[in-house]
């Protein structure tokens, strides 16, 4: 089952928050499942957009209480790291979508790069001016196109610099 | 979704492997999904049972390679973390069944007493040697036992040492 | 610099208190540092008798305050993995050394046989319940024989069981 | 202990190779612990610079293999968690010092600001470019710039975004 990681943080600007919940729905209507770090924000309106199109999510919670995970998480896993957890969404995705986010998706941004996968940007971090090549980082304009993006890098690890 | 832990070691007896494809397929059969450590002995042949029987499965794997899952996992979580993933499968499973196992399942069977977790034995480690209470551990005689205690521990988390 | 784990529980026995402190102390003086879990009981009283020893004590803490650290340790790593930080200290010591313990410290045994490294017990679990073999686990009889042993762990790598 | 990290690549600049190793030569000078990731590069010059001035440091190496480390390293913390080491230095640091540093670095970066604790860089990732408030990221023009900082930073927790 390919892994599609949404990256973004618990207080999104309202569009955010829209863009997450479409990003969410298409890749459950595509049959990828969503992974995230289950908690709020764009991580719930993600969930809710899956789940509002039947597909399936996991969430990698920072804490050790199942409970802090949304209510459209299907399966909870609770690491109890904190934000160690970044890294295993990291990890564990095979294609990483960011919308907006602040300093906890910057660091699986990075963590990302320095596993040589690449990001889809929506409305995230302004990685170009820190001249991070566009293999890495890539804008995209709409939910759509960052849900095509990320399923080429999903369906085709050798064809693109994921893996 | 309630997630059962089905801790074990990749090098199990022949019976045992036999009763986790069983204790596999009556998770699946009950409507609850399975969490292992992806790897193979008695974790693939827990999911070869769950996924016979059409239900879900989630492997936390200790290396980074998506690839080392075994076949029957859905959902890969590649913690690159060692052994140290032990400790989150234990956290994640709202009930635990331990089949055979060795020493890595021994420290999956500590941390969850170290965290009020009961622990379902099916010809694992005698833990009863070491005076371990009845309430944290319990040897069931058949995969059926195991599997009816786990869905217990499960469902009515007020009812039980689990959390 | 040879680091020296001393493993044991928050709410140890008198005895066990004493012991510890003593353990603590023979390290120092050995010329060999003291790695920990950096919190009370057992924890506390080794790097007590290390630091009145003039020894360095490390202590891997299993949250995210430093201040959560006894005031005996020197340096504090501050996991914020809670007690996944066990396995940090099972594979950072030269050589390990269990005094008391309860769940938590029969999880860092059980790490450490995963691991092939020897524990030495004082007072700690009766591992020879489970037919755990004697190059695994070996009960000292006094402190001085804890350390003895420990030593011989830590300096000789080649000759025994630790890597 | 005072802790100091000191975070970057293992493949700088040759100055900023001599830049780390200054910045570790006056650390232990003013008497405080460097911390870092164990390995070669910016991490292995920094602590040979403090071992030069006889200075304590600790390696939270990435790998299990406490051989890993660089000769300069006093205390080897041997994670096995990859890269998810790299939150445990951010955690346990008192102060951050970033030495050039490419991706690895950047996560490091980030999971401070995640955390509220300011990062002084020499020569590092321009974090201005993603308009990060000067509170978070100072840049230093020496390493005794760099040095007086990060112990204002350590020495009065109370007094700046550290904690």
Known sequence: MKLIGVIGSQHPTPEGLARAEEVGALIARRGAALICGGLTGVMEAACKGAKAEGGLTVGVLPTIRKADANPYVDVVVAT????????IIVRSADALIAVDGRYGTLSEISHAFEQGKRVISLGSWDMARLEIPAELYVQAATPEEAVELALQDAEDPSDNPIF
């Open 80 to 87: 109890g790291m904190g934000t160690a957890r970044n890294v």
